[in-house]
T-cell receptor, first 109, second 114 residues
Framework: RKEVEQDPGPFNVPEGATVAFNCTYSNSASQSFFWYRQDCRKEPKLLMSVYSSGNEDGRFTAQLNRASQYISLLIRDSKLSDSATYLC??????????FGPGTRLSVLP | DAGVIQSPRHEVTEMGQEVTLRCKPISGHDYLFWYRQTMMRGLELLIYFNNNVPIDDSGMPEDRFSAKMPNASFSTLKIQPSEPRDSAVYFCASHLAGSRHEQYFGPGTRLTVT
């Protein structure tokens, strides 16, 4: 079993749609959780950290369920510019960052 | 700040040749990471340094790979000899301890070994 697993993509959605991505992790000692975004042929960039109580940043909402070892990302009112690959990232107490395989999102006009 | 700088951006080499990838982290960052990304395996951590000292190299695929960080502003990843299966995008990232753990990635080096 892979350490971090994500929904297989691609997700093709119309502009304005709401889309949700799921991620599960296997290491129960994981302490830090993130969503990164990677555009085609570019480097990954931090989208948002994920906190235990859940957190929101504009149209983006992240949730964490430690008991189920599950992380989610919700994008509301999707824009064409949201088209990218979304990477779930999990880290332990050290600096061991494990990236999920990513889920590709295409927002269509 | 210019961000994380990597060179070269593209490298095409023949099997058996030595390849050296270079990275300059963001000034003041005390962690440096080397990753490899392929379609098949995704983004994999190869090695990371803290204050120029290698901390975890368990992700380095084999002895053909080596990494150094002679000072706080420079790191290299060397492959000798290179093989076609080493073809990938290699990213360097840096991070400041005590921050919210955000890693800043360089633009990557796209390596093709023929």
């Amino acid at each position: 079993r892979k350490e971090v697993e994500q929904d297989p993509g691609p997700f093709n959605v119309p502009e304005g749609a709401t889309v949700a991505f799921n991620c599960t992790y296997s290491n129960s000692a994981s302490q830090s959780f993130f969503w990164y975004r990677q555009d085609c042929r570019k480097e990954p960039k931090l989208l948002m950290s994920v906190y235990s109580s859940g957190n929101e940043d504009g149209r983006f909402t992240a949730q964490l369920n430690r008991a189920s070892q599950y992380i989610s990302l919700l994008i509301r009112d999707s824009k064409l510019s949201d088209s990218a690959t979304y990477l779930c990232v999990v880290a332990d107490y050290g600096q061991n960052f494990v990236f999920g395989p990513g889920t590709r999102l295409s927002v269509l006009p | 700040d210019a961000g994380v700088i990597q060179s070269p951006r593209h490298e095409v080499t023949e099997m058996g040749q030595e390849v050296t990838l270079r990275c300059k982290p963001i000034s003041g960052h005390d962690y440096l990471f080397w990753y490899r990304q392929t379609m098949m395996r995704g983004l994999e951590l190869l090695i990371y340094f803290n204050n120029n000292v290698p901390i975890d190299d368990s992700g380095m695929p084999e002895d053909r790979f080596s990494a150094k960080m002679p000072n706080a502003s420079f790191s290299t990843l060397k492959i000798q000899p290179s093989e076609p299966r080493d073809s990938a995008v290699y990213f360097c990232a840096s991070h400041l301890a005590g921050s919210r753990h955000e890693q800043y990635f360089g633009p990557g080096t796209r390596l093709t070994v023929t």
